[in-house]
């Protein structure tokens, strides 16, 4: 009788990643930066002072100690991500570390003066509105299996049919409704095109795209403003009463335009549709594989189709935003390519609702904090001049590429995203 030896494999120690490596780095360059502009960038005594419109001065801190002390957390942030034995909370560390960074940068803009924080947060929801849209939009298309870059078509179709039916029949409500259908008509044209006759799906999205921007400024210029309807008005801020008065988050959540409102109630609606619902899952089904839907009885196109139009009908409404919310008139191109900033945030997000949300939330903020700046406009150090408006105008794009770039190869899409589905 022999015996058999069995040789155990015992695991190496992990080896530091490139990812792991590049992020320790950044928290220590950007850490360092903190402790710069907390040395030359503040004026000894000054203090940062945020404030509520309600309850006033909420509290107040010393811009040159407190820059100080986040600069030195965040070093020693970065230096924690490169122990092997905090793997676990890498996480928690790297959160954590960008929310200290982002309130040391809020505390430097705002040193020497004061700040609204809760008006700041309320501009930052309402900057994020039309890409939380945007967004839905997209992972209704996607989670079935379409892509769906047309987004901005949609959105500048919407804009313009806001304020064109509006014009005509003199209603903002109706204006927003129809902005909502033509958004669902042009994704409806995008459905046909790459279900039907299985055009390549990016083609027809950029089909879409262009026929929107040519059609709505031929129209703009024809039509509309020969005929005075180019400029309807704004839909005004609902407030509802008691809840608006809370201190901090009354004015944040209570106070806002019909928009606004719309899309709280759809990440809501949506994200519950999606994923607890027998519906949600058989449009998922249709995106990560539909012949295995197929054989249990969904009409896989059908739940294309409808997914699809669904998707147009929310991003109509996130063009109105623009067109009824924002300038209350029409204005060529003036979706300015959020339709693709919100195609980042649903791919950030993860194809979720709740995902998209909350990195909508994250283009808002850089959106709200260059509206801000160019209003505190605070001194570089060292070259002692303003920071150029035209730089800050640029930081919500900036943004949106890093995004795209760190989540490359992390996030993935349905499976059968793109695919045309032949049934057999």
Sequence with gaps: MTAQAQSIDIPKATELSRKDLVIAVLFLILGGLILVLGGFGTQPGERAIFTDQILGDLFSLASRSTLYTIGSMSILIGGLRLIRALDSLKSVLTWGGIFLMVFGFLVWITSGTKLNITGMVQSMLTAATPLTLGALAGILCERAGIINIAIEGMMLSGAFAAVAFAGIFNNLWLGLLCASLVGGLMAAVHAVLSIKYKVDQIISGTVINILAAGAT????????EPSGLSAPGQLGAIRIPLLADIP???????????????????????????????????????????RAADTVGVHVNLMRYVSVTLGGLIAGIGG?????????????N????????????????NWSPVGGFLAALLFGFADAIQVKMQILRPILPFLNVYIPHEFLQTAPYILTIIVVAGVVGRSRPPAEEGKPYEKQ
């Design 334 to 349: 003036m979706t300015r390519g959020q339709g693709f900033v919100a195609l980042a945030a649903m791919i950030f997000g």
């Design 248 to 290: 901090i988050i009354g004015p944040i959540l209570f106070e806002n335009s019909p928009t606004v409102f719309i899309m709280l109630i759809l990440v809501v609606v949506i994200n519950y549709v999606v994923f607890f619902t027998p519906w949600g899952l058989r449009m998922r089904a249709c995106g990560e594989h539909p």
């Design 217 to 224: 400024r031929f129209l703009n210029l024809r039509l509309l």
């Design 320 to 332: 109105a935003y623009f067109s009824l919310d924002v300038v209350g008139a029409f204005e060529d």
